[in-house]
């Protein structure tokens, strides 16, 4: 059977096939769909974790157990996750274990965009990448069979666009006769103490050597010979690229990324006269390659940041004279106006960050929807560096700075961010007792990803109800005194105590309470009558535009000098923050 | 080898129904028995961010991305986002446009105006060109939700495939209930 997957739903299918018990994950553009697919595979045990770290932990233990399992982040997930990473080299599996990386090139939804290769060889573990669905599927059922052959976690790496683009894939039955799970126990390989490690380390060293004898004649690494003229060495997506843009080179189409089959890049280097590595990022397979003496062209005329397309690397050839000019494109090169993301109508972060620029808040910020809150007329976020740092820099920023400056200082996070390494962060504030303010915005989701249900959010991934962590009783045992729950859109009281807690020279934290308003069709959220702006009392003050609510819209007269506000009533969800920034009652509820 | 493929750009602004347009030309695409690969980026799509989904078919396709200059058809959702992509396309496109704005956030803040008179812009740039009033004609059909639909059907007369065919990938794509108004809205796109 065939049917048009995207890479994130053939991955999940192949883990399916592959006969995988266990899946964990902490959502991240764009590998949250990985994890939403397989768990409607009911032969599947699937969950959110609140981190990286422990959605790999977690599918270690399973694996230990003799599971097959698999875990799957973004790449900066890798970071958080790198610890057992790391370690889980050394201890192998039991059952197979795939962590899936998605790394985002071009940076459509990340913070940086880090090469996960790199980690792979830090790891010294082996990594696959697929250049569409189909190797999607196909490489997450070898990298099963790839992790028990040789007594490694495998990882597989795809990027936004093999993760979120679409492809035909033949589907097939998944496997059976696999070992059922029981436990084993075996001290000396998986208790990783220095006497135990320094056994592991040259098995590890030796299983690289194995590895990369295998991928000489592994038939995922291809040569395919067409001009002796240039021969290039590609991977993932950037195979499709090159066949697009240069389809007379000969490839070496290269399925597993490290470690490399050096005898088939030999191999494929003596058939070619001019040898080229195209790759996405940084010069990973290049420097390999020259490393084992073979001269190579790449990142000399390649770009190093952002994503390759076919029109990219053409360009990168024509210009290095490798191949003649093509006639110039139809490329219209002209300013317009930008339409970037905006929180969404009724978003109950939009009032808090109205607040904060007001209240001249310096506001250490975090990664979420709220990230947006950096973005004009609020304009009220000074940092973001990653997941959890919001409130550990701000016990940082403190630390050496003036009282009447401490005060002004606060943290912004989300509850999943929180929840995620957020906690730690407050814990070292309340233990050093930083003056810091904390603002946790408690959206009851995890909405920036396309709301996926957290630890706090009271229901699993399956839709189950479950435990909520409660976030005010976790603050105070971690030795918060000062902890204030709040109406977003009660601008009056949340100006209010914020005043208060911004002043106070302990650390405090301040938790609002309104969720997300997306989550619809759900008890968390209900609509409230709409609002109108009352066209004759509108005097044309701007005041309800500071917030930038894309329900309201500036309607200028004839000569643009004045206008009036008007509400988009399909847009308006009725939240009142802009009826209570309006000095003349214009805003009222629609009759 | 590019010329055995056609590459069809759905642009628009999130929130608008673009991913589910493009599924359902992929769909047919697939039914009608050519390879087809299709991509976009999803994750700021939902909060009124800028969208452009690309869907390829043809014999083989490799690469995901319409490389740039070499769009067949533009499918506009949106009259601004059209504009923002015209670079993507070939010279001798095919644009067929939704008539429809939607205010940037610096048009509602009133620090910017929406810029006057793009569809006859466009249309002077591509002279292949349509501008099509989706909510009216959906309005007429019987249902405003529809808009996105009667466009496919718009665009779906330069496909060349069968009606058969359509109708097949509407019914996998789209929920029993909303199938009737639909392929109704679809049926008066197409004969535009
Ligand atoms: C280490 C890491 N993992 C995952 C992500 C992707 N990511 C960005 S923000 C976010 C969660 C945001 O949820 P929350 O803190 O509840 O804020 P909301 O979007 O709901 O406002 C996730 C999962 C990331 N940037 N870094």
Redesign the pocket.
């Known amino acids: 059977m065939k049917e048009i997957l995207s890479g994130n739903e053939a991955i999940a299918r192949g883990a399916f096939e592959a006969g995988v018990k266990v899946a964990s994950a902490?959502?991240?553009?764009p590998s949250t769909e990985i994890l939403e697919n397989i768990s409607t595979y009911s032969s599947i045990n699937s969950s959110w974790a609140p981190?990286?770290k422990v959605a790999l932990e977690v599918a270690i233990g399973a694996s230990f157990g003799g599971a097959r399992s698999i875990a799957c982040?973004?790449h900066?997930?890798v970071?958080?996750a790198a610890d057992p990473l790391f370690t889980l080299s050394y201890t192998g599996v039991g059952g197979g274990l795939v962590l899936i990386v998605a790394d985002d090139p071009e940076m459509h939804s990340?913070?940086n965009e880090q090469d996960s290769r790199n980690y792979a060889k830090f790891a010294k573990v082996p990594m696959l990448e697929p250049a569409d669905s189909q190797e999607c599927k196909e490489f997450t059922r070898l990298a099963f069979e790839l992790s028990e052959k040789f007594d490694t976690p495998v990882m597989i790496r795809s990027c936004t666009r093999i993760s979120h683009g679409k492809s035909i894939v033949s589907l097939s039955e998944p496997v059976t006769g696999l070992p059922e799970p029981k436990l084993v126990k075996n001290p000396p390989k998986l208790v990783m103490l220095p006497g135990n490690a320094r056994v592991r380390h040259p098995l590890v060293e030796q299983r690289t050597l194995d590895l990369s004898t295998f991928g000489d004649s592994w038939e995922i690494n291809r040569i395919e010979s067409r001009s002796e003229e240039i021969g290039i060495i590609c991977t993932g997506v950037t195979y499709q690229y090159v066949r697009e843009a240069l389809p007379e080179a000969s490839t070496l189409k290269l399925g597993m990324v490290y470690p490399l089959p050096k005898k088939l890049i030999n191999e494929f280097a003596a058939t070619v006269k001019k040898l080229y590595v195209i790759e996405e990022l940084d010069p990973f397979i290049e420097e390999q390659v020259l490393a084992m003496g073979i001269p190579v062209i790449g990142k000399e005329i390649i770009p190093l940041c952002g994503e390759l397309s076919p029109g990219r690397i053409r360009v990168a050839f024509e210009k290095a004279e490798i191949i003649p000019a093509s006639e110039t494109k139809n490329v219209i090169e002209e300013k317009l106006i930008p339409r970037p993301p905006n929180m969404c109508p009724g978003c109950p972060?939009r009032g808090v960050f109205y607040l904060l620029n007001k209240a001249n808040a310096y506001v250490t910020g975090?990664?979420?929807?709220?990230?947006l809150g950096f973005m004009p007329p609020l304009n009220a976020m000074d940092t973001c560096v990653?997941?959890g740092a919001s409130i550990s820099n701000a016990s940082g920023i403190v630390r050496s700075l003036p009282p009447e400056e401490q005060r002004r200082v606060v943290a912004v996070?989300?509850?999943?961010?929180?929840l995620?390494t957020g906690v730690n962060s407050l814990m070292e504030m309340a233990y050093n007792q930083a003056p810091a303010t904390v603002i946790i915005?408690d959206?009851r989701?995890?909405?920036?990803?396309g709301r996926?249900e957290?630890p706090a959010s009271g229901y699993t991934l399956a839709g189950v109800k479950a435990p909520e962590v409660d976030i005010p009783d976790l603050c105070r045992a971690l030795g918060i005194k000062h902890v204030r729950i709040l109406d977003p859109y009660d601008l009056e009281e949340t100006k209010k105590v914020l005043q208060e807690e911004m002043s106070r020279a302990e650390p405090s934290v301040i938790i609002t309470n309104r969720p997300?308003c997306l989550i619809k069709d759900d008890s968390r959220f209900s609509k409230s009558a709409l609002l109108e702006v009352v066209q004759s009392d509108c005097t044309g003050c701007k005041a309800c535009l500071r917030i930038g609510c894309p329900a309201i819209e500036w309607q200028p007269d004839a000569e643009g000098k004045k206008g009036k506000s008007f509400i988009d009533p399909l847009l308006c969800t009725g939240c009142t923050v802009c009826q209570q920034l309006c000095k003349f009652n214009a805003i009222r509820q629609v009759k | 080898m590019a010329d055995s493929i056609t590459n069809v750009l759905l642009v628009g602004v999130g929130g608008q129904g673009i991913l589910l347009a493009s599924e359902i030309l992929a769909e047919a695409f697939m039914i009608a028995g050519f390879d087809v690969k299709k991509s976009e980026i999803h994750g700021m799509s939902q909060r009124g961010g800028s969208v452009v989904s690309h869907v390829r078919f043809g014999e083989k396709v490799y690469s995901p991305v319409v490389p740039e200059g070499e769009g067949d058809i533009l499918f506009g959702f949106e009259l601004l986002e059209t504009r923002r992509y015209l670079n993507l396309l070939r010279p001798g496109a095919k644009v067929i446009v939704n008539d429809f704005m939607i205010q940037p956030p610096s048009v509602l803040l009133g620090n910017d105006r929406y810029p006057e008179n793009l569809a006859e812009e466009i249309s002077q740039r591509f002279t292949d060109f349509k501008l099509i009033d989706g909510l009216k004609i959906a309005t007429e059909v019987g249902n405003q939700r529809v808009a996105n639909t009667v466009l496919l059907g718009a665009v779906s007369k330069h496909l060349k495939l069968d009606d058969r065919v359509w109708q097949k990938a509407l019914q996998k794509m789209v929920p029993a209930k909303a199938l009737q108004v639909n392929l109704k809205a679809f049926e008066s796109g197409r004969s535009l």
């Open positions: 902490y959502p991240g553009t981190n990286e982040m973004k900066v997930g970071n958080v990340s913070q972060h975090d990664i979420g929807c709220y990230t990653c997941m996070i989300g509850d999943s961010t929180f995620h915005l959206n989701i995890t909405a920036m990803t996926q957290n997300c």
